[in-house]
């Protein structure tokens, strides 16, 4: 599958409608677009996901090393991959957008804001070809998008200003139906606020989709795109590869998919169904929780929704599933529910699940913000004492514990529960701040416990 990365001189700069326009034109043009996301965001995949039609993969290396974000990539399905990056190219450590289209070597689309200049958008985008270079970096910037560039005078400026070594790729126009609506977390989800269709086509009809067909180019390879696990993964979860059991024996995974638990990877459920049977279920629905060996919280609104969660029948149900000792694993959103109570920024106080030992109370101000390093100190559901596992956390909540509590990790980079500890663990489940990918090998931990 060839592809191409839209790397952005910035963030805000317009990188997730730039995709967005990309997707279309190119599925216009007959393509079956795979789109993906540098860094670890929930977001934006979730509107490439309602534009494409498909899930998009999240491409990170500090989640994934380098030769799992290459296995997560082939696992991709279409004709052409767009990846959207992350802030600004070579904004970010390991995981930065330019480190991703190094490691899999594809070439780089730079998103440039042409709503105030012509010729300082060629000057811009070559700075960036030629900063590669001074850097060390292997990436080849292959030309621009003028993001938010009016037609006829300004997008024929931008287009011939651009040396020749750096391609017009087309305009995106400057339309306030084409901005996508904030929240405290970030951007409204895909499926709550698409953009509008006429406005998208309008962005799309600005590309010059035939440039990039041809600027896309096949990745480098996978060591093994069938490999669940990076090769640095725990040992447990390494063995479990050849694990599988035959249908009726594989246990049952009750996964929680409504507004208030959004943020799960497709890889993620991808690994849960290749070794168990997902059961979805909706909490805010009214959803009681299924028959299941496991449970599974990911992140999302909960404090949007805790009035409902506070009466759901899935937050008694889950309780008690947790004090019969099934494995629970709450992420973020699933850690505050998996809590005795969440105060919104309102001030009103709703209980919960009231398995973990923490009242959870909703800030102002996110509160984490990083790539996150977690060593086990003790054996928990999803890795064992001594090993390792990366993820990243972002979050607006703040959790104050019982002083009694117990935790499963010690935070090497992060913040964790209360800045040296993630991983409040009670009976076996287990609440973290932390997101968890599962090329980390994780998941594999949590499914071996079932």
Not at 57 to 83: F, H, K, P, S
Not at 341 to 352: A, I, P, R
Request: glycine share 10%; charged share 25%.
């Amino acid at each position: 599958m060839r592809g191409f990365v839209l790397g952005g001189v910035s963030s805000g700069v317009g990188k997730t409608v730039a995709a967005l326009a990309a997707i279309r034109a190119l599925e216009t043009a007959g393509c079956a677009v795979q789109p993906a996301k540098a860094g670890p965001d929930f977001i934006d995949p979730s509107h490439h996901a309602h534009v494409a039609g498909r899930p998009s993969r999240t491409l990170d290396l500090w989640l994934q090393g380098e030769a799992g974000l290459r296995r997560n990539y082939a696992r991709g399905e279409g004709d052409i991959c767009v990846v959207e990056g992350v802030m600004g190219l070579y904004d970010g450590d390991k995981s930065s957008t330019a480190a991703v289209a190094e490691a899999l070597d594809l070439p780089v689309v730079l998103v440039v804001d042409a709503s105030a200049g012509m010729e300082s958008v060629a000057a811009t985008a070559l700075g960036f070809r030629t900063y590669a270079e001074r850097v060390g970096r292997d990436i080849d910037v292959v030309g621009v998008i003028a993001q938010r560039a009016h037609g006829g005078r300004h997008a024929r400026g931008v287009r011939e200003a651009l040396p020749d070594e750096l391609t017009y790729f087309g305009r995106i126009p400057p339309r306030d139906d084409l901005e996508i609506p904030e929240r405290h977390l970030g951007l409204h989800m895909g499926e709550e606020s698409p953009i509008d269709e006429d406005a998208l086509d309008a962005a799309a009809e600005g590309l010059r989709t035939e440039r990039l067909v041809e600027a896309a180019r096949e990745p480098t390879p996978a060591d093994d795109a069938s490999a669940p696990v990076d090769a640095a993964a725990p040992a447990t979860a390494r063995a479990s590869r050849s694990s599988g059991t035959a249908d009726d024996d594989r246990p049952r995974v009750a996964l929680a998919r409504d507004d208030a638990f959004r943020f799960v990877y497709p890889a993620t459920v991808e690994r849960l169904r290749e070794r168990a049977t997902v059961v979805p279920f909706e909490p805010t629905a009214g959803d009681p929780l299924p028959a299941c060996d496991g449970v599974y919280l990911p992140g999302g609104y909960p404090e949007r929704h805790a009035e409902t969660l506070a009466g759901s029948p899935a937050l008694s149900d889950i309780a008690d599933a947790a004090a019969d000792g099934t494995p629970v694993l709450g992420e973020c959103g699933g850690l505050m529910a998996l809590a005795e109570s969440l105060t919104t920024v309102e001030g009103d106080t709703h209980e919960m699940a009231g398995v973990l030992p923490a009242d959870v109370t909703m800030q102002e101000r996110y509160q984490a913000l990083d790539h996150v390093e977690l060593r086990a100190t003790r054996d928990a559901p999803t890795a064992a004492a001594g090993e390792t596992c990366h993820g990243h956390e972002f979050h607006y909540s703040a959790a104050e514990v019982a002083d009694d509590a117990r935790f499963a990790f010690a935070v090497e980079r992060g913040t964790g529960i209360d800045g040296d500890r993630d991983g409040l663990i009670e009976h076996r489940t287990l609440g973290t701040y932390c997101h968890l990918h599962p090329e980390s090998g994780a998941f594999d931990a949590f499914l071996d416990g079932l």
